[in-house]
């Protein structure tokens, strides 16, 4: 669903049309290698340590490849979608990257969090957070993340990096929590849920009692 939202606002066809992958990765300068170094090691931990230290995963099972072609998947759904909400953003912000950068990331940032917390979170992933890693990961993981990649498209123009990154972070999040694959028949715990917006259910983590 998200890439073909993604071909209304246009992104796929610019990619091909700009021949993004040649410009991308050949015109680039200086600042734009260590912007997204940066951004590699920033992503690389958030997701790759804090966000797989705090995450519960009732043991459910290890299956790397299949794991992170689902991961794939959805970085590369999520990445395509991402870019759609900035050249949508780029339509107010008169071109000027200071505005289209503040303008993106509230606009990504309030769609991520409607859509994890009620959508994603409720009938997708199994359950795999505290109620205060929940939180935690919001500020430690998920902001950093958004933060520093944004920068690639907005200020360098770089959108396949930007996809990048987000395959990347999914990669690690699908294999951190360990998504269950469609054959497996192990019964999985259910996310906690509570009421959210207009009383529709949303995730909250498990409640641990001190």
């Known amino acids: 669903m998200l890439i073909g939202l993604s071909f209304i606002t246009g992104v796929p066809q610019k990619l091909v049309e700009n021949k993004q992958i040649i410009r991308e990765f050949t015109q680039k300068g200086f600042e734009y290698w260590i ?13 790759g340590i804090y966000w797989c230290k705090h995450t ?32 949508i953003a780029g339509l107010i912000s008169n071109s000027q990257p200071i505005i289209l ?15 994890q917390s ?9 359950e795999h957070d505290t109620e205060y890693s ?7 993981a998920h902001v950093p993340h958004l933060a520093c990649s944004l920068v690639l498209p907005v200020f360098f123009n770089a959108q ?4 990048g990154l987000q ?21 999985q715990v259910p996310p906690t849920l509570k009421k959210g917006l ?10 641990i009692s001190n």
């Not at 395959?167 to 019964?187: F, H, N, Q, Y």
């Open 35 to 47: 912007t997204l170094l940066i951004s590699l090691a920033i992503s690389s931990y958030a997701y």
């Open 56 to 87: 519960l995963r009732f043991g459910r099972r290890l299956y790397p490849f299949w794991q992170s072609l689902f991961g794939a998947t959805w970085g590369l759904a999520t990445g395509l979608w991402m870019l759609g909400i900035v050249n």
């Open 101 to 115: 950068y503040f303008v993106s990331f509230i606009a990504i940032s309030l769609w991520q969090a409607l859509a």
């Open 118 to 126: 009620h959508f994603w979170g409720v009938y997708i992933s199994p």
């Open 134 to 140: 929940n939180r935690q990961k919001v500020w430690r």
């Open 160 to 163: 396949l990096s930007f996809i």
């Open 167 to 187: 395959v990347l972070a999914l990669v690690l999040t699908s294999i951190g929590l360990r998504m269950p694959v469609w054959w497996d028949k192990e019964k």
């Open 198 to 207: 207009w009383g529709l259910p949303r995730t909250s983590g498990v409640k």
